[in-house]
């Protein structure tokens, strides 16, 4: 009898900044790549357009988490952006997620990662929610790992 499917779950990952696990995260959104879509029309061929890949392009990876965790991030936002020379301040960002029995199902790997923007948590006196502060990221390229 063939095994079943490990249903994978969005609640079980976690984020790594250089290898080390980061602030626990309440939400990772708005991963994507694209590739364009070069047209060329061909001389003598004026019913078909060639139809080409071009340039892959990266989203803002957007990043939400408990305000509690700690100032690392935002510090490295101020330091990003108040830097001369920004390459020393490129990290390398894992997104890791888990199965249900704790095991490594997926990681994607972001390369040359820089914090884009940084929003504080909505202050509401009549709420008692969780404060959630978002932290955007840049990067230059993304690879998926499957284990």
Known sequence: MP?????????????????????????????QMTTDVFEYKEGGLNGYTHRLPGRVSYSTLSLKRGVADGPQLYAWYTRFNTAADKTGELKNI????????HT?????????????????????????????????????????VRQ
């Open 104 to 144: 490594e199902a997926l990681r994607w790997n972001l390369h040359g990662a820089f914090p884009v923007k940084w929003s504080s948590p909505s202050l509401v006196a009549s709420s008692s929610d969780t404060l959630i502060e978002t932290f955007d990221l840049a990067f230059a390229d993304a690879e998926v």
């Open 3 to 31: 095994n079943p499917v490990d249903q994978l779950v969005s609640h079980q990952f976690v984020v790594e900044i250089d290898g080390v696990e980061a602030a626990r995260f309440t939400e990772s959104s708005g991963l």
């Open 94 to 101: 894992s997104i890791v997620l888990y199965k249900t029995d």
